[in-house]
């Protein structure tokens, strides 16, 4: 190859010499160039030896003679040095672009993620060995197939269209999706798409990575999560069994004694059916209030997923207080509410529920080992800027220098009997509907406080 293109030079130079002098000189440089790119650095030098070896003979003074006249030896130089410069460099940006082109097709193949190219139609251009191991199709498969027909199942073709769309208008995707095998199972993929151009068609990489473990991981710690929040709302329900019997006891006792009240007036003569229609009103009355109880409590302990929806947090705050009626009067704690006007939160009303059961009882349990004061309950909520605050305040011990973190690391805890987990579940559900929950000193005891994301308009609560 570099004895042809050297020659192909030379004829070329003998037609041109007469018209351009220096074309000799361009020509064997071109020759030379074209070597080292296509044949490397020693062909490349052989083809400098034979340009120069043809240029002293047909070209530098004596002609048809190696001899060199002394006003002929500084273009010879020149070209000599020129040429091999020239077949050094071009032989080696060709070397280092084989060895970017071995290095990349090494990434693509070996990449921990599964990586499939395509062209502006659609067509499989090339796919990795993560790719078949994901999705389970070799490159005989798939390659110059439509990605969509292979690896998009029926329902998710739409969404993926219109990604495709995104993609031709030059924007990259990224997401958590679903997606098909070759055997018609699917899998939980975090797919990123990006477009790339080589300045005459547009073609767009896609890398996929299987998070179907993750993505099962990830359930069973929710569920996991579930299980202990439920728990601790049976374990809270069970610490107050005493103050949930006489709260349903107390209407149960009046629905008796108004019911004998009825016999005795229907049993004279004549019957007193103004009394008797007082008693069985307030017989409803009691029986109703008794089932409410009953209703709160079975609501705190049912299981499920958690339904987000516009909640009243201010409703959620005076449901718990009126389960906890009966505790708050056994521990002669006195109670100011300061409920203002707030909009609706989005969230689960049974989780935000026992966040405020936990906030209070905590609270009750902080004041109930001090004397030197009243025992002073505070429930607080108002609207802070896009946001829902409650702060639940008291006067109990308060809150030990270094522990306002630590209070809600799992399993911390200053009761003896406490387990520590109440105020760790209390943030996870908080976190959970976009809010923060966190803990400061007071003059006298503590403030705890969360927020959540406003989700209305500001009402009226009765």
Same mark, same amino acid.
């Given at each position: 190859?570099?004895t $042809?293109?050297?020659?192909?030079?030379?004829?070329?130079?003998?037609?041109l010499h007469?018209?351009?002098?220096?074309?000799?000189?361009?020509?064997?440089?071109?020759?030379v @160039?074209?070597?080292?790119?296509? !044949?490397?650095?020693?062909?490349?030098?052989y083809?400098v030896?034979v340009?120069a070896?043809a240029?002293d003979?047909?070209?530098?003074g004596?002609r048809?003679? +190696?001899?060199?006249?002394?006003?002929g030896?500084? +273009?010879?130089?020149? +070209?000599?040095?020129?040429? $091999?410069c020239?077949?050094?460099l071009?032989?080696?940006?060709?070397?280092? /672009?084989?060895?970017?082109?071995?290095?990349?097709?090494?990434l693509?193949?070996?990449?921990?993620?599964? #990586?499939?190219?395509?062209?502006?139609?659609d067509?499989?251009?090339?796919?990795?060995?993560?790719f078949?191991r994901?999705?389970?199709?070799?490159?005989?498969?798939?390659?110059d197939g439509?990605?969509?027909?292979?690896i998009?199942?029926?329902h998710l073709?739409?969404?993926a269209?219109?990604?495709?769309?995104?993609?031709?208008?030059?924007?990259?995707i990224?997401?958590?999706?679903?997606? @098909?095998?070759?055997?018609?199972s699917? %899998?939980?993929v975090?797919?990123i798409?990006v477009?790339?151009s080589?300045?005459?068609?547009?073609? +767009?990489?896609?890398l996929?990575?299987?998070?179907t473990?993750n993505?099962?991981?990830?359930d069973?710690? /929710?569920?996991?999560?579930?299980?202990l929040v439920h728990?601790s !709302?049976?374990?809270t329900i069970g610490?107050?069994?005493?103050?949930?019997a006489?709260?349903?006891?107390?209407?149960?006792?009046?629905?008796?004694?108004?019911?004998?009240?009825?016999n005795?007036?229907?049993?004279?003569?004549?019957?007193?059916?103004d009394?008797?229609?007082d008693s069985?009103g307030?017989?409803?009355?009691?029986?109703?209030?008794?089932?409410e109880?009953?209703e709160r409590?079975?609501?705190?302990?049912?299981?499920g997923t958690?339904?987000?929806?516009?909640?009243?947090?201010?409703?959620v705050?005076?449901s718990?207080?009126?389960?906890?009626?009966?505790e708050?009067?056994?521990?002669?704690?006195h109670?100011? #509410?300061?409920?203002?006007?707030?909009?609706?939160?989005?969230?689960?009303r049974?989780?935000?529920?026992? %966040?405020?059961?936990n906030?209070?009882?905590?609270? @009750?349990?902080?004041? $109930?080992t001090?004397?030197q004061?009243?025992?002073i309950?505070?429930?607080?909520s108002?609207?802070?800027?896009e946001?829902?605050? %409650?702060?639940?305040?008291?006067t109990?011990?308060?809150?030990? $220098?270094?522990?306002a973190?630590?209070?809600f690391?799992?399993?911390?805890?200053t009761?003896?009997?406490? #387990?520590g987990?109440?105020l760790t579940?209390s943030?996870s559900?908080?976190?959970?509907?976009?809010g923060t929950?966190w803990a400061d000193?007071?003059?006298?005891g503590?403030?705890?406080s969360?927020k959540?994301?406003?989700?209305?308009?500001?009402h009226?609560?009765?």
């Open positions: 190859m570099a $042809s293109l050297v020659t192909i030079a030379l004829l070329l130079s003998f037609l007469p018209y351009l002098a220096n074309a000799i000189l361009i020509l064997f440089l071109a020759a @160039m074209a070597i080292g790119w296509f !044949r490397g650095i020693g062909p490349g030098l083809a030896v340009s070896l240029l003979y047909y070209f530098i004596p048809y003679d +190696f001899a060199i006249a002394p006003e030896i500084s +273009f010879f130089v020149f +070209f000599l040095l020129s040429a $091999s020239a077949s050094w071009a032989a080696t940006r060709k070397l280092q /672009e084989t060895r970017q082109r071995v290095h990349f097709d090494n693509f193949d070996n990449g921990p993620e599964g #990586i499939m190219l395509v062209d502006y139609k067509h499989v251009q090339r796919i990795n060995r993560e078949s994901i999705f389970g199709y070799t490159s005989a498969d798939i390659v439509i990605s969509l027909n292979f998009v199942p029926a073709q739409g969404e269209t219109e990604l495709r769309s995104k993609l031709s208008r030059g924007e990259s990224s997401l958590e999706t679903i997606r @098909m095998r070759k055997d018609g699917l %899998v939980h975090s797919e798409a477009p790339v080589d300045g005459q068609q547009s073609f +767009f990489y896609y996929f990575r299987d998070i473990e993505k099962r991981a990830a069973a710690l /929710e569920r996991a999560h579930a299980e728990l !709302r049976v374990t610490e107050l069994v005493t103050s949930i006489h709260e349903v006891n107390q209407p149960i006792t009046a629905v008796i004694t108004y019911g004998n009240a009825a005795r007036w229907l049993a004279q003569q004549p019957p007193n059916l009394e008797v229609r069985l307030n017989i409803v009355r009691d029986a109703t209030r008794a089932a109880v009953i409590i079975r609501t705190l302990l049912q299981k958690p339904q987000m929806s516009p909640t009243d947090i201010n409703e705050i005076r718990v207080l009126n389960l906890l009626e009966v708050l009067r056994r521990g002669r704690v109670l100011k #509410i300061e409920l203002a006007p707030v909009p609706f939160v989005i969230g689960d049974v989780q935000l529920q026992q %966040v405020m059961l906030l209070i009882l905590n609270a @009750m349990d902080a004041m $109930s001090v004397q004061r009243p025992p309950l505070t429930i607080h108002s609207r802070a800027q946001f829902v605050l %409650v702060q639940v305040r008291d109990g011990v308060g809150i030990p $220098s270094g522990q973190e630590q209070m690391n799992p399993f911390f805890t009761k003896r009997e406490g #387990i987990m109440g579940i943030q559900i908080i976190e959970a509907h976009g929950l000193s007071a003059e006298n503590a403030v705890l969360f959540l994301p406003a989700a209305g308009e500001s009226e609560t009765n």
